[in-house]
């Protein structure tokens, strides 16, 4: 056979084979493919309890952590026995413990089945108190004459044993132990009542009027409230510390009740609020004109042959005045861990010897009953605060009267 002829017939060939493979892959590919492994355990795991744990472990394992959630809520209404802990507690690290109260709260409600073996450690971290436990421990009182009372209040075990802590650091400090300040028994209050925020960069703010009754019946001017995670704050009555809470901070927000301001650069919505030309208190003058020393001399007592060190401070900055300390010494409404100064202690205790001028949370409770136009309950408030004194309640009561 001629050579020509062979080698056409090869290529010829060659042609055919692999028209022939094309043609099988084809085959292949349009015939339906079988379920996968993943396939088969996403159709069992949705009604068995085994394989939807497995899902939502391997969901946590890769790190797809909402999909892994509803999968470990999955496993639990299937009967998977630790599935519903694990859906807490994954909850708690995506949305924080407020928000998975919330929904536990609901599933107490809508589950019991699922929720009757729950711990009861996990509901006390959640703030989920049994109504037996809603007030505990006895009062705490300082050996000194009461001038002023605070009423501590919790919402999660967190907060309580911050407070244990803080009753510790108090005790064990020569200057707090021995300010005639007391407290109440400590509260204990349902976590989605109060309601406390958790934005860690932001002022923690409550649904205070979850407290109102507390206020109205309660032989107390101030709450001190240890809830929620975010900044610590005093307004109105009401000291606000985030359920963790060392000594430092919770001596620098008493020294607010007693009228002290702050020392560093506040923002310019505070400073607005804060800063009026004039205005004095116990720790900063705003200006430093010889008019204005010797008004703060007076209103707080100060000899006038005591040398005052003008500071500047930043308290101010953001609305261009400038703000004074009456000291150069370095202190707590600068810098939480610095020492209280002998001046700010004479300061201090000035102040709580007139406790009846600083304005009690009645007063303020009063306030937020007028704005709903409860006028009962603003009499009921404005006659509270005015039993501790307050001239700003007795004045109201007289002008309504």
Not at 48 to 75: I, M
Not at 197 to 214: F, G, K, M, N, P
């Amino acid at each position: 056979m001629p050579k020509l002829i062979l080698t056409k017939l090869s290529q010829f060939l060659k042609k055919s084979r692999l028209a022939g493979f094309f043609v099988f892959l084809c085959l292949l590919g349009c015939q339906p493919s079988s379920p996968t492994t993943e396939q088969q355990l996403l159709a069992k795991a949705q009604t068995d309890a085994v394989a939807a744990r497995t899902v939502a472990q391997q969901r946590l394992a890769s790190n797809e952590l909402e999909a892994s959630l509803q999968w470990w809520r999955h496993a639990a209404k299937l009967g998977a026995s630790d599935a519903f802990l694990h859906a807490i507690q994954l909850q708690q690290r995506l949305e924080g413990p407020l928000a998975t109260a919330h929904w536990l709260q609901q599933q107490l409600v809508e589950q019991p089945h699922l929720t009757a073996e729950l711990p009861n450690s996990i509901l006390l971290e959640l703030g989920l108190w049994p109504e037996s436990s809603r007030r505990m421990s006895v009062a705490w009182q300082s050996p000194a004459d009461c001038r002023l009372t605070l009423q501590p209040v919790v919402t999660q075990a967190e907060g309580e044993r911050s407070w244990h802590s803080l009753q510790q650091a108090w005790q064990a400090d020569p200057q707090l132990a021995s300010l005639p300040v007391c407290f109440k028994p400590l509260l204990r209050i349902t976590s989605t009542a109060l309601n406390c925020s958790e934005v860690r960069a932001a002022r923690i703010h409550c649904d205070y009027q979850a407290l109102s009754d507390a206020v109205l019946a309660g032989d107390f001017q101030q709450l001190l409230v240890i809830a929620g995670r975010g900044v610590a704050s005093y307004n109105n009555g009401i000291v606000q510390l985030p359920a963790q809470a060392n000594l430092a901070l919770l001596r620098h927000e008493f020294l607010h009740i007693a009228g002290f301001l702050d020392e560093y650069a506040l923002s310019a919505l505070s400073a607005r609020a804060v800063c009026r030309a004039g205005r004095l208190a116990p720790n900063l003058l705003i200006g430093n004109s010889p008019e204005l020393v010797a008004r703060y001399q007076q209103q707080y007592g100060i000899d006038n042959r005591t040398d005052l060190a003008l500071t500047p401070v930043d308290t101010c900055r953001a609305v261009n005045m400038q703000a004074y300390r009456p000291i150069a010494a370095l202190n707590p409404m600068r810098h939480l861990e610095a020492p209280l100064p002998p001046f700010y202690w004479q300061l201090l205790q000035q102040q709580l010897a007139q406790s009846e001028q600083l304005m009690p949370v009645q007063y303020y409770f009063a306030f937020l009953a007028r704005q709903q136009q409860a006028w009962q309950h603003w009499q009921s408030y404005m006659q509270a605060a005015a039993a501790f004194g307050y001239p700003a309640a007795i004045a109201a009561l007289q002008v309504e009267g």
